[in-house]
């Protein structure tokens, strides 16, 4: 009988120890699912920064990169199906601004974003960066007082078989940024802004995808200029390359914002108050090169902090593709 007795105080012990450990583990699991944040993103080579935020917080920020092409259908998809993941999203201004009309967003008063300027905050989604775009050379081809002085200068035929930039029929960026050109001001007229244009083919540039390869045959010396972003001075250090002083840069505004009903809604607040903040947009400029809207941060490149870098207005699909197929024929080879 004690037998019995003994055995059935053992098997009661092993029953509520396992219920113990098991509600433990729960609560575990539940508490570190409660500190993960996840952000949709395509800003790139920020990696370093979202460990500094986890190592230093707690938080486990999930970086999920979404192509620009497929950003609006994966979230609408998640949306639709009562599945959405993302706390935060980051993106082009017109592609969340899209999301913003489908009700994704959240309004969310940021207290990081008060000394920026008004044109950065709109109903909730926030400007952080401007994805600039300007002229880079070889330091050991070109020396400074022979960089070009206005963006007109790339039609001087001296730069004939020296230029590199990405291909004007298909990446929007630079359809945009040409664009650009013409609705700042940059030429007096549309007439100047296309005998630019065919000027700057007439140089025969060489054609890459996109910015990324850019750097690449500049610091090779394979070519002396480029249409690029100046950010690789910093991220390609120390090869030899600096960037022309023409005024304005010009660039593609970066944004951010909460989506509604986040399913962490108190860390991605937290998460987008660092970001807007001083620390975050300092390690962007200073290790990412990346030129942000926080007062007083720039890139470490010389001059950058006098440069006016203005945002340009992001063009729709069907811009795109009528621009990409003028831009072929002007430029074609």
């Known amino acids: 009988m004690k037998l019995k007795k003994t055995i059935l105080v053992i098997a009661l012990f092993l029953v509520v120890t396992g219920l ?19 952000l949709y993103a395509n800003i790139t080579a920020i ?39 993302a706390d935060i999203v980051q993106g082009p201004l017109p592609i969340l601004e899209i999301l913003r009309e489908q009700g994704v967003l959240a309004n969310y008063n940021a207290k990081a ?8 905050k709109k109903d909730g989604i926030y400007l952080f960066g401007i994805e600039y775009v300007g002229l880079i050379y070889n330091t050991n081809l070109v020396k400074a007082e022979d960089a070009p002085k206005r963006y007109h200068d790339l039609a001087d035929p001296k730069w004939k078989g020296q230029i590199v930039m990405a291909d004007p ?13 013409l609705e700042n001001g940059i030429f ?13 083919a007439a140089n025969d540039p060489m054609f890459v995808a ?29 090869a030899p ?10 660039g593609s505004p970066r944004a951010m914002a909460l989506t509604k009903g986040a399913p962490n809604p108190k860390g991605a607040e937290e998460f ?7 620390d975050a947009a300092s390690m962007l400029a200073n290790d990412v090169g990346e030129y942000v809207l926080a007062p007083g941060v720039y890139p470490p490149i010389a001059g950058f902090d006098k440069m006016e870098v203005i945002p340009i207005r992001e063009l729709s699909d069907e811009e795109i593709q009528k621009w990409g197929l003028e831009f072929e024929k002007i430029f074609a080879k």
Not at 113 to 120: K, L, N, Q, R, S
Not at 213 to 238: D, F, N
């Open 20 to 38: 113990l450990f098991a509600a433990g583990r729960g609560e575990k699991a539940e508490e570190a699912a409660s500190k993960k944040v996840s």
């Open 47 to 85: 990696e370093p920064i979202l460990e500094h935020y986890n190592n230093t917080t707690g938080w486990d920020v999930e970086y999920t990169r979404l192509a620009t092409t497929r950003y609006v259908s994966t979230i609408l998809t998640e949306v639709d199906a009562g599945k959405l993941t």
């Open 113 to 120: 974003a008060e000394g920026y300027p008004d044109w950065a």
């Open 169 to 181: 029929a298909s990446h929007a960026t630079t359809i945009s940024w040409l664009v650009g050109l």
């Open 188 to 200: 007096a007229s549309e007439a100047e802004w296309r005998n630019w244009l065919r000027g700057l």
């Open 210 to 238: 996109s910015f990324g390869p850019t750097p690449a045959p500049l610091a090779s010396g394979e070519k002396a200029i480029g249409i690029s972003m100046p950010k690789y001075i910093v991220t390609h250090a120390p």
């Open 241 to 250: 390359l600096d960037y022309a002083k023409t005024s304005p840069i010009l």
């Open 272 to 278: 987008l108050e660092f970001w807007l903040g001083t």
